[in-house]
Nanobody, 115 residues
Framework: QVHLVESGGGLVQPGGSLRLSCATSGIDFRISTMGWYRQAPGKRREVAALLFRAGGTSYPDSVKGRFTISRDNAERTVYLQMNNLKPEDTAVYFC?????????WGQGTQVTISS
């Protein structure tokens, strides 16, 4: 059974930083594409960062240069380092694993940027 568990969300002031973690189990972490997505109230879920199994990464322009996705294969955990956070980054952040065309999602963690 696949489990993805996010943690690390919270309330932070504009310009601050947060690191999200996604602990995984039940998947072959090494051959999975991992991603962080986010969904703000009233908006569609959108990609925040992707980490391909070969190691490449992809970011939308809105977070490029501020967000960094990484993984620890030994810990089977994916991270999202978020710096210089802005109010528009406020959203529920979800972790997704894609393995053999199957998608698995975590339950999400709330990130709120406010002064």
């Amino acid at each position: 059974q696949v489990h993805l568990v996010e943690s690390g969300g919270g309330l932070v002031q504009p310009g601050g930083s947060l690191r999200l973690s996604c602990a995984t189990s039940g998947i072959d972490f090494r051959i999975s594409t991992m991603g962080w997505y986010r969904q703000a109230p009233g908006k569609r879920r959108e990609v925040a960062a992707l980490l391909f199994r070969a190691g490449g990464t992809s970011y939308p322009d809105s977070v490029k240069g501020r967000f960094t996705i990484s993984r620890d294969n030994a810990e089977r955990t994916v991270y999202l380092q978020m710096n210089n956070l802005k109010p528009e980054d406020t959203a529920v952040y979800f972790c997704k694993a894609t393995q053999l065309s199957n998608d698995y999602w975590g339950q999400g963690t709330q990130v709120t940027i406010s002064s």
